[in-house]
């Protein structure tokens, strides 16, 4: 480590001016260095932050040269108290009087030729990025990967309620948790909005850092990444990214369908998940739909995507929306009676964010007007996301969302034509009318082109039956289910 710091130190002399690295090179002090993770020690929190904020990229990179490895530094307050300053006296602290005011002439932002925080090195979601904007030193020191990592702790297992609409997808996420790398990889979860696919993986991420605190581990949303990608772009750091990216234990990568059209970030995504899967890493991937029907996605990826095991997550039945309202409830020390949970569940059935929302109202109402909590109270906490809830849907509307969806003509709902191209969607939009209006069957056979009620049977029977059995059918028609539920 002193050998590195004494390499480091000398770069940074020939790069800077001598004001600059009297300034803030000088006062450093290397103090430790284990597994990959080098902390810098910096004699206050002025300076402190100002390394952070200038440096830190440049020395990152060095540390990478040096060792031939991802570097992640940190940088912390002196455990030992104030070291001696060494720095000239004058010579630009302005915290002490000096005349280093940031982008003077002590070399802020504008004066270090070769970059401050934007040009050298790597971009900004980089490790050594992620330590820079550490809080406070005992947090620096006491769980940097978990910081680092961007896991929620709060989204584990323990409370994740599990019934029937989740529980392959948590079944396969224990067992990766428990054996990252080796069961299925990568691990793909599919499913509509709001129904608990980033409290999964995130579960999954507490649950690997439970076992293995040291283990290198990064969520992202894809819309970060592909920001990630355009920031690599434009200052080169390729190579910076790459490394960074490579060097995972295990990456949790939320709503892929971003991914859609964006060739250069699916290139990026592509050697990345190369490189991890051929090093026995863990990845795990959820998206709003299965893979071959992301749009805009390129088939080398998709059919990556299905190598490791694909698992939908459902909407969550009755008695599983009762129970996750329950235990929210208890989160905030609130008993729900049985028919107050399930009223709301019967009524709000799209999704648990939806739930949760519910929640927040009845709890805020009762609170406001001091009343306990009871169907009255609810009917009144929840007016208007009821009377939304209790829009009639119409027939026609179902036949111009699912034509609309299924890139077919309004008319041929009602056409006697009958390719499976259109047959199909025609049956669904029957199957919808059953399901989501009062009408009769012959009603709905009369607004289908006069057909008669036994073929409308039939296709409410067989959609229901395909929808049993397939979670793609399933997840088309959860799609369609909360377009026209608004
Ligand atoms: N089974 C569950 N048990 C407890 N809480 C849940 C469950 N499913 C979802 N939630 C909660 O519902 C909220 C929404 O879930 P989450 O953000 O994971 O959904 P999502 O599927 O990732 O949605 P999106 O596609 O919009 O990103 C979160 O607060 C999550 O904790």
Aim: some cysteine; hydrophobic content about 40%.
């Amino acid at each position: 480590m002193e050998n590195f710091w004494q390499t480091c130190s000398a770069k940074l002399e020939q790069e800077l001016t001598p004001q600059q690295y009297s300034a803030w090179i000088k006062p450093l002090a290397p103090l430790d260095y284990e597994d990959g993770l080098l902390r810098i020690a910096a004699p206050n929190r002025f300076k402190l932050d100002w390394v952070k904020t200038q440096f830190a990229n440049r020395i990152t990179t060095l540390a990478c040269e040096y060792w031939e490895a991802p570097i992640e530094v940190q940088f912390v307050l002196d455990p030992r108290g104030n070291m001696p300053r060494r720095a000239p006296p004058g010579a630009g602290d302005p915290a002490l009087g000096g005349n280093g005011h940031p982008g003077g002439n002590m070399g802020g932002p504008s004066g270090y030729n070769g970059g401050g925080a934007s040009g050298l090195g790597l971009p900004s979601h980089m490790a050594v990025q992620d330590y820079m904007q550490a809080p406070a030193p005992a947090r620096e020191t006491a769980r940097p990967r978990q910081e680092l990592s961007r896991i929620n702790s709060v989204l584990t297992f323990d409370n994740l309620v599990t019934g029937k609409a989740n529980q392959l997808a948590r079944a396969a996420a224990t067992q990766v948790a428990n054996n990252p790398g080796v069961s299925y990889n990568p691990l793909f979860l599919y499913g509509g909005v709001g129904l608990g696919k980033t409290h999964v993986i995130h579960a999954i991420g507490n649950q690997v850092l439970i076992d293995n605190p040291n283990a290198k581990i990064r969520y992202i949303h894809a819309e970060q990444y592909v920001r990630d990608v355009v920031t690599a772009y434009q200052r080169k750091g390729f190579d910076d990214f790459k490394r960074y990216y490579h060097s995972l234990d295990l990456l949790l990568i939320d709503d892929i369908q971003f991914f859609g059209g964006k060739s250069r970030t699916q290139e990026e995504f592509f050697y990345a998940f190369e490189a991890l899967i051929a090093a026995k890493k863990q990845i795990i991937i959820t998206s709003d739909t299965y893979p071959k029907e992301i749009s805009g996605m390129d088939d080398r990826l998709i059919s990556r995507f299905d190598s490791g095991l694909t698992v939908a997550i459902e909407p969550p039945e009755l008695e599983m929306r009762v129970a996750i309202l329950m235990k929210k409830a208890a989160l905030e020390d609130v008993v729900l009676s049985d028919d107050v949970a399930f009223f709301v569940a019967k009524h709000l059935r799209s999704n648990v964010r939806e739930l949760e929302g519910a929640l927040r109202k009845i709890l805020a109402y009762s609170r406001f007007h001091g009343k306990d909590i009871t169907i009255d109270v609810v009917k009144d906490a929840l007016k208007d996301l009821l009377s939304v809830q209790n829009r009639q849907i119409s027939v026609e509307n179902i036949q111009k969302t699912v034509a609309d969806f299924f890139n077919i003509k309004i008319a041929d709902m009602y056409s006697k034509k009958r390719p499976a191209n259109i047959a199909r969607p025609r049956q669904i939009a029957m199957y919808l009318a059953k399901e989501l209006t009062q009408k009769s069957l012959p009603e709905i056979g009369d607004l289908f082109g006069g057909r008669d009620h036994t073929t409308v049977l039939h296709a409410v029977r067989k959609i229901a039956a395909d929808r049993a059995k397939s979670p793609e059918c399933n997840h088309e028609l959860h799609v369609l289910e909360q377009t026209l539920k608004g």
